[in-house]
Nanobody, 124 residues
Framework: QVQLVESGGGLVQAGGSLRLSCAAS????????MGWFRQAPGKEREFVAR????????YYADSVKGRFTISRDNGKNTVYLQMNSLKPEDTAVYYC?????????????????WGQGTQVTVSS
């Protein structure tokens, strides 16, 4: 069982930056693939980024590539999402998730555990 708690969301102007954190409970954090997803009002949840258990494999959605950076610190049981050059269309609730299979890590169905989400609002 893994419990995930996101933090770091907030209100920022377009072009600004935010850093999201996701703290995980449990001693097996380093064995999980970690992902970030987001859901805007009236839209389906969409994949943002994922990182393999040891951090050696990273993948981004095209919409955030070059602006967002995912990283993890297994010693701190934490995964991060650094978001730069934010746009109004990045406004959403951001969720972190933990899963087992890297091959399924761009799909929400590939994750077993989810955090409660943190709101990111980008004003124009």
């Amino acid at each position: 069982q893994v419990q995930l708690v996101e933090s770091g969301g907030g209100l920022v102007q377009a072009g600004g930056s935010l850093r999201l954190s996701c703290a995980a409970s449990g001693r097996t954090f380093s064995s999980y693939v970690m992902g970030w997803f987001r859901q805007a009002p009236g839209k389906e949840r969409e994949f943002v980024a994922r990182i393999s258990s040891r951090g050696g494999s990273i993948y981004y959605a095209d919409s955030v590539k070059g602006r967002f950076t995912i990283s993890r610190d297994n010693g701190k049981n934490t995964v991060y999402l650094q978001m730069n050059s934010l746009k109004p269309e990045d406004t959403a609730v951001y969720y972190c998730a933990a899963g087992t299979y890297l091959q399924m890590a761009e799909q929400s169905s590939g994750y077993n555990y989810w955090g409660q989400g943190t709101q990111v609002t980008v004003s124009s």
